[in-house]
């Protein structure tokens, strides 16, 4: 049997750790607040931003919500971006994605601070993630890296293989497991022989976006195998990009859906506002 990566456990010891750092970084006078923007009101939307507000009471800093209606023109959030980035009290800034239509969100992504992009999706956080250089790393890839430490998988001289290209998952993540030594190959829908490039991996991550799609015909025995993906499946069941009660024999270690990648997201979002708020 595989061994289940618990995202569910990681994540809450991250946030436990993180409680207590910001106990102590009040206690030297350091404290801040995350700002969170929400553009209209998809349900999806909204449990996200819900749970990220959540996650800052749990682990003791403020967050400001601000919910601005479908319709708000490109200039009046990016007038609150600027105002936000001039607020001293404001450590973080997050845009909940996707925007409307009449909105350009590599506009919105590029005016927030780089000091206060906690998801990491700014041109030069991308960039000083590339070099090596501090900056604050994008939360999902960020958050599978930590699942793989401290589920004591070696990530160094390993092959892995990512599958999706997308900048906040699949590009991110190939660079981060490069930065931690593995040989990384990326997949994505122009690559031939899927399965035979999939099959050489001992660390598979798949971020596909395609319920289901991973089977055992795609992994090698013994490999560790990551889903990124969720889905709602015809019966409203939340399901990942793996097919994962076929996958799991095979597998030496691989996450669920859900339990696994997703609780990742949002104590990583955690970690890069209680960075900023030290490093102020
Ligand atoms: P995306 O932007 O749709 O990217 C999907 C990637 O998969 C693309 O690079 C695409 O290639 C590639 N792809 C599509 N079909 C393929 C095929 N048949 N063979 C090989 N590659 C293929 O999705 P994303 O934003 O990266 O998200 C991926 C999944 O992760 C989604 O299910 C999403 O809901 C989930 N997600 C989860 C979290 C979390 O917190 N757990 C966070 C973010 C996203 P091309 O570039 O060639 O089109």
Redesign the pocket.
Same mark, same amino acid.
């Given at each position: 049997m595989a061994q289940i990566i618990d995202g569910k456990k990681i994540s809450q010891q991250i946030k436990d750790e993180l409680k207590e750092k910001v106990e102590s970084l009040k206690a030297e006078g350091k404290s801040g607040a995350l700002a969170v923007i929400q553009v209209g009101e998809d349900p999806a939307s909204s449990v996200y931003v819900r749970n990220k507000k959540n996650a800052c009471a749990y682990i003791g800093i403020e967050s400001l919500a601000y919910e601005l209606p479908e319709d708000i023109s490109e200039e009046e959030l990016l007038e609150l971006i600027a105002k936000l980035n001039g607020t001293k009290q404001v450590k973080g800034i997050l845009v909940q994605l996707p925007l409307p239509k009449h909105i350009c969100e590599d506009k919105v992504i590029q005016a927030i601070s780089p000091s206060k992009d906690v998801d990491g999706f700014h041109p030069q956080s991308v960039g000083a993630m590339t070099i090596g250089e501090p900056g604050f790393l994008s939360?999902?890839p960020a958050?599978i890296i930590q699942l793989l430490k401290r589920s004591g998988i070696e990530i160094s001289g390993k092959r892995c293989v990512v599958? @999706?290209?997308?900048? =906040?998952?699949?590009k991110p993540m190939a660079l981060l497991m490069l930065r931690e030594d593995a040989t990384v190959t990326i997949?994505?829908?122009?690559?031939q022989n899927?399965k035979e490039i999939c099959k050489e991996a001992d660390i598979l991550i798949?971020?596909?976006?395609?319920?289901r799609?991973i089977g055992a015909e795609y992994v090698k025995e013994g490999a560790v195998v990551i889903d990124?993906?969720?889905?709602r499946d015809e019966n409203h069941k939340l399901c990942?990009?793996v097919k994962f009660e076929e996958v799991e024999p095979v597998a030496f270690a691989i996450t669920p859906?859900p339990g696994?990648? @997703?609780p990742?997201? =949002?104590a990583m979002l955690m970690n890069n506002c209680v960075q900023s708020i030290e490093e102020d």
């Open positions: 939360c999902t958050g599958i @999706g290209r997308s900048n =906040i998952v699949g997949a994505h829908s122009k690559t899927l798949v971020a596909i976006g395609k319920p799609f990124v993906g969720i889905h990942g990009d859906v696994g990648v @997703g990742m997201t =949002i």
